[in-house]
């Protein structure tokens, strides 16, 4: 009897750890029951045409560019790859959407599910930071939209080189890992930052055909990675970073109107909390993220190397005073609903992840999302000059002395709704339709965006 219990929780263990991956069912799949061994493998393949409509699309007098460019696209092509031998999975993900190669999601895992149901994994590898949002955590091919919300990918984390534990059970889901700045280790100056992460859920619903969870996650980064800055022989450490969304499409990904970069960041901080609910014809879900960068600089060699010039300020406390610096927040989150008007399919609640799983047969469905970004973190009564792209804080444009630390990354409110049709488990037709108002300094006359998508994926 021990026998049977022992070989059931295995197969639970596997079953978890390749549903969590694969957004169905893998095609291929050898399995050698005598030595325990599992090998499967599987694809996935997304086409998106898009038609954008954007209000003044370009200013000639100011020189800007508000355009988005109609069209297709090869957003997404996939192919998978895992095997698993007792209690152990291995996975590898690669990508070549866009015409280039790119590594996805590779990782050894050890998951073993005890006798109480309580599962403990522990995974090192590449792979979604825990507490990169719910939306990161969901894959692309499962999300019933075609894009994530916005604030996901601003706010939100992607992929990381780390370790993580796992605890989950009917009643709770545990994750917390540590990760790297840079997978490669490509860092021109200084070290390899770190993260510690995790996602910490509780199931109000454990048994049954409802679904419900509510939870936090947190996160802490040490940036260590950047460019040496150089001013009349001083050399200081400049770190740098960069926070942005797309208008929610992939045909154009630009982020050129939400979105910027952070120079002398130090570290960061990010936190959110998030609520999911389904059934097997109805869900909803949603996510609060907010995210704050901490600046840091050695201001005093700056200054010190400054002096030996006609622009050499002789008061250190005047060189910061027109040299500020400050540190930023952001925030943003969504709400996304979604039912099922015909057909056989059912949502079903990944246990492995905490997410909701894509659609499993036959269906026609309904969804609908607002969502809401801002990386604005301007200074009252500075003037922005859309000419220079600068801001100052005298209230009006000068040259001299006074620089302002304005982030004017743009608050964006975008609402999507969209009509799914999945001819079975591996093949769908998805349109979208999405409007967005931006909120911006440098674009002040694109204001209104509207954006009509439609995909064909399938998934095997």
């Not at 992929?159 to 709770?172: I, M, P, Q, T």
């Not at 996602?199 to 936090?216: A, C, E, I």
């Not at 609910?277 to 609060?288: I, M, S, T």
Request: some cysteine; proline content about 2%.
């Amino acid at each position: 009897m021990k026998k049977y219990i022992i070989l059931s929780c295995i197969a639970a263990a596997c079953m978890s750890a390749s549903a969590q991956d694969f957004d169905t069912t893998p095609a291929v799949q050898v399995e050698n029951k005598t030595e325990q061994v599992k090998f499967t493998i599987g694809g996935r393949f997304m086409a998106d045409a898009a038609y954008y409509n954007v209000d003044e699309p370009y200013v000639a007098d100011q020189n800007i560019d508000a355009n988005m460019h109609n069209g297709a696209s090869i957003v997404d092509a996939r192919i998978r790859t895992s095997m698993s031998y007792k209690d152990f999975y291995l996975y590898a993900d690669f990508g070549f959407g866009g015409g280039k190669f790119a590594q996805k999601n590779i990782f050894a895992q050890w998951q073993h599910q005890n006798e109480r149901g309580n599962t403990h994994a522990v995974k090192v590898g590449y792979y979604n930071d825990p507490a990169g949002s719910m939306s990161r955590q969901t894959s692309l091919a499962s999300h019933h939209f075609i894009s994530r919300a916005g604030a996901s990918n601003a706010l939100g984390d992607g992929r990381a080189l780390g370790v993580s534990y796992k605890f989950r059970n009917d009643y709770c889901f545990l994750y917390q890992g540590v990760f790297s700045e840079n997978q490669y280790n490509k860092i021109d100056a200084g070290f390899n930052g770190v993260t510690v992460a995790g996602r910490w859920l509780g199931h109000v619903y454990p048994t049954g055909t409802d679904n419900l969870h509510f939870g936090v996650s947190a996160g802490f980064t040490q940036l260590g990675g950047g460019e040496r800055f150089t001013t009349k022989g001083s050399s200081v450490l400049k770190k740098t970073y960069s926070l942005g969304q797309s208008m929610e499409t992939y045909v154009d990904p630009t982020e050129k109107f939400v979105g910027g970069d952070i120079a002398w960041a130090d570290k960061v901080l990010k936190f959110g909390a998030e609520a999911l609910y389904n059934n097997d014809r109805f869900f909803a879900r949603g996510e609060y993220l907010h995210k704050s960068v901490f600046t840091k600089r050695d201001s005093y060699s700056i200054f010190i190397a400054q002096q030996d010039n006609v622009d050499g300020w002789g008061d250190f406390g005047l060189w910061q005073d027109a040299n500020p610096l400050q540190d930023y927040h952001f925030n943003g989150g969504y709400i996304e609903l979604g039912g099922i008007l015909w057909g056989n399919a059912k949502y079903k609640y990944n246990d492995a992840d905490a997410t909701l799983g894509g659609l499993n047969g036959q269906a026609l469905e309904l969804v609908g999302r607002f969502n809401i970004t801002n990386l604005n973190n301007v200074n009252e009564g500075d003037y922005y000059s859309e000419m220079r792209d600068q801001y100052y804080p005298a209230g009006y444009m000068e040259d001299w002395p006074y620089g302002s630390s304005s982030f004017g990354g743009g608050k964006i409110m975008s609402g999507t709704v969209g009509l799914n049709y999945a001819f079975n488990r591996y093949v769908q037709f998805m349109v979208d339709y999405t409007f967005s108002h931006l909120d911006r300094d440098k674009f002040q006359y694109a204001k209104n965006f509207h954006a009509l998508q439609a995909r064909l994926q399938f998934v095997f």
